[in-house]
């Protein structure tokens, strides 16, 4: 289930507001296209300076989620892989 969460809210998101950029004849150049800017130019159109700190939000959301993921993952290797190995073999799951 997180699976589909993952790949439908980004993918959800971004062709909604890039849809609706074209829609509305932005004025977003292929540079700010390119880098993924049409969203945000989107988000500001229809909401203003809240759709900004809106994508902001989001942005710093989704940032420190990957971080957190990253991090419990070095932490699980670390603790499996190397202490319960060689550091403490007598170490338990608890």
Same mark, same amino acid.
């Given at each position: 289930?997180? *699976?589909?969460?993952?790949?439908?809210?980004?993918?959800?998101l971004?062709?909604?507001l890039?849809?609706?950029?074209?829609?509305?004849?932005?004025?977003?150049?292929p540079?700010?296209?390119?880098? *993924?800017?049409?969203?945000?130019?989107?988000?500001v159109?229809?909401?203003?300076?809240?759709?900004?700190?809106?994508?902001?939000?989001?942005?710093?959301?989704?940032?420190?989620?990957? *971080?957190?993921?990253?991090?419990?993952?070095v932490?699980?290797?670390?603790? %499996?892989d190397? %202490?319960r190995? %060689?550091?403490n073999?007598a170490a338990?799951?608890?």
């Open positions: 289930l997180g *699976g589909f969460v993952w790949f439908t809210i980004p993918f959800a971004a062709t909604s890039g849809l609706s950029a074209v829609a509305l004849d932005l004025p977003v150049t540079a700010e296209a390119g880098a *993924g800017l049409v969203p945000p130019a989107a988000a159109h229809f909401w203003g300076e809240a759709g900004a700190v809106g994508v902001l939000i989001l942005l710093f959301m989704a940032v420190t989620s990957t *971080g957190s993921a990253e991090l419990i993952a932490s699980s290797l670390f603790t %499996y190397v %202490y190995v %060689y550091i073999p338990t799951g608890e």
